[in-house]
């Protein structure tokens, strides 16, 4: 009888710190580029076109490190992306004023996210080989708090240090963390089976991903309905978020960069509290989780009429942010939910590749989200509450219906 895995052993401490260092520098990075576009350029649809871009190398190669977190050694992969991404980052810093902005933030941001893509499945599918099953709720939630720390602390810094140094500094750290956490991740051991392949590399990803489509189809049909909803709300609501708050702040209400880099970690702060959901889960059914998104769409709502009855700008800027910080809280407890579900009716095997399957499928809606507002946000920039407006409904409206999907699922 195997024996029982404790939650706090070495090798998910490395992994929890290895997470913390590369998420800072990814966080700080996160913050800095999108942001300074917005400032150099001025403009809302090709700061929305440009992340949008970014997104896209993310949701595809999500699928390809879902593939390759099966079949390879997780650490190794760990070790590799951060290596790459420091190397990524440098060849940035060195060609930043040599090379145009825009084809140079698109290939950066587009190679950052793409990696960012192939490196969660990976972390996602080593959880479950680290701690025993009646821990993974709590691994889980360990794991995406040292995310939304990281996101908390590192836009703080970076609003700071942006205002006052610019973004070179910015740079610099993150090259350091990532370099730091490679080395670091090296002396990980995450139980790895070599698993044969008698075929090209194409035919077994085209194998492995007809077999994770087989499972969903046959096996959790519902999955397949989960995630399509997933990818419609963040098409509807996480993009506006994600195009509306630095066009909100910085361009709108005109706040300084210090305050959009606390509005930033107030998201990340709510997402913190989002650690609750260990707590809070045997209590929280999957029925309800329809409520998860309900909340979310009415904390949009609420921005889009602080906007329309135009209060005094810091006033405006505190109900975002605070609003900004329950969606955050409440999302993060719907994914931790969804995460430990697939995870505990998922095969070993299948794992790495349905986990990106769901991210990748989830997260492909935004790319068009974020290109929609913020050519949205052009036209109304004078009527920006228009926008939320129209956002929140349909999100309420999408809330109300996956009420039915949720009463489907069982544990």
């Known amino acids: 009888m195997q024996a029982e895995k404790k939650l706090f052993n070495r090798d998910f401490i490395l992994v929890v710190i290895g997470q913390i260092i590369s998420l800072f520098g990814n966080a700080i990075l996160r913050f800095a580029l999108p942001y300074y ?3 150099e350029t001025g403009s809302s649809a090709l700061f929305g076109i440009v992340t949008a871009c970014s997104f896209l190398p993310m949701v595809i190669l999500s699928l390809v490190g879902g593939i390759i977190a099966d079949r390879t050694n997780k650490r190794n992969i760990m070790v590799i ?5 420091a190397i990524i980052i440098l060849v940035f810093y060195l060609s930043l004023g040599k ?3 825009i084809p140079l933030f698109i290939v950066a941001l587009m190679l950052l996210y793409g990696i960012s893509g192939a490196y969660q499945p990976a972390v996602q599918a080593s959880i479950p080989l680290l701690v025993s099953s009646d821990k993974l709720t709590v691994g889980n939630a360990i794991i995406n708090q040292v995310n939304t720390l990281a996101n908390f602390i590192g836009p703080a ?3 700071v240090v942006f205002q006052f140094y610019g973004i070179n500094p910015i740079l610099i750290v993150s090259i350091i963390c990532f370099t ?3 080395i670091m991740e090296i002396f990980i051991h995450i139980p790895h089976q070599k698993r044969p392949r008698e075929v090209g590399v194409i035919a077994v990803a085209k194998n492995d ?5 087989t499972f969903l189809k046959k096996e959790k049909p519902i999955f397949i309905s989960v995630i399509f909803l997933v990818c419609i709300f963040n098409l509807v609501l996480s993009a506006v978020l994600i195009v509306g708050l630095p066009i909100l702040i910085s361009e ?3 706040m300084p960069d210090t305050l959009y880099g606390f509005s930033q970690s107030a998201l990340s702060l709510g997402g913190l509290c989002g650690i609750l959901t260990a707590l809070v889960a045997s209590k929280l059914k999957l029925k309800n989780l329809y409520t998860l998104l309900l909340i979310c769409s009415v904390s949009v709502l609420l921005m889009g009429i602080s906007l329309f009855l135009e209060l005094p700008a810091i006033v405006s800027y505190w109900v975002v942010t605070v609003m900004c910080f329950v969606a955050m809280g409440v999302s993060t407890m719907f994914v931790v939910q969804i995460y430990t579900l697939v995870q505990t009716q998922t095969p070993p095997q299948l794992v790495g590749k349905i986990m990106a399957t769901l991210v990748a499928v989830a997260m492909c809606g935004q790319p068009i989200g974020q290109m929609v507002y913020g050519i949205l946000f052009d036209v109304f920039i004078q009527e920006t509450w228009v926008v939320m407006f129209v956002a929140s409904i349909a999100s309420i409206m999408i809330s109300i219906y996956s009420k039915r999907i949720f009463q489907k699922l069982e544990i």
Request: cysteine-free; glycine content about 4%.
């Open 252 to 254: 709108v209400l005109k």
């Open 81 to 85: 992306l951060d290596f790459v991404t």
């Open 37 to 39: 576009l917005l400032k």
């Open 157 to 159: 810094i970076s609003g």
């Open 209 to 213: 991903l007809k077999d994770s489509y």
């Open 99 to 101: 090379i145009p902005i």
């Open 180 to 182: 730091f956490s490679s």
